[in-house]
């Protein structure tokens, strides 16, 4: 399996799987969130430079608030580039 096929996966099961913290202010599922804005990036190429140009709009417009403050980037996988993202720090 193609390593690109496998973080697909990976992704659509993360998304699939999260659930918001009770009271959240998020209305989207995860399940919405993969349908609405990671399918619908790889489907439009207007609406992918959209979402890497200016996450916080095109959240918006899904329904998605982020906590003030919190910053939001998407970044683009290409055939030789992989961005995988880990987790902030937490100590020993």
Request: hydrophobic share 45%; glycine share 4%.
């Given at each position: 399996?193609?390593?690109?096929s496998?973080?697909?996966?990976f992704?659509?099961?993360?998304y699939?799987s999260?659930?918001?913290?009770?009271?959240?202010?998020?209305?989207?599922?995860?399940?919405?969130?993969?349908?609405?804005?990671?399918l619908?990036?790889?489907?439009?190429?207007e609406?992918?430079?959209?979402?890497?140009?200016?996450?916080?709009?095109?959240?918006?417009?899904?329904?998605?608030?982020?906590?003030?403050?919190?910053k939001?980037?998407?970044?683009?996988?290409?055939a030789?580039?992989?961005?995988i993202?880990?987790?902030?720090?937490?100590?020993?």
């Open positions: 399996m193609k390593l690109m496998v973080l697909n996966s992704l659509e099961s993360f699939v999260f659930a918001p913290p009770a009271g959240a202010e998020c209305a989207v599922s995860a399940k919405a969130f993969y349908e609405s804005v990671i619908e990036a790889l489907r439009s190429p609406f992918r430079k959209r979402l890497l140009d200016n996450p916080e709009e095109v959240l918006a417009e899904a329904g998605i608030r982020l906590p003030e403050g919190m939001v980037h998407f970044v683009e996988n290409t030789d580039t992989v961005h993202v880990i987790p902030p720090y937490v100590g020993e």
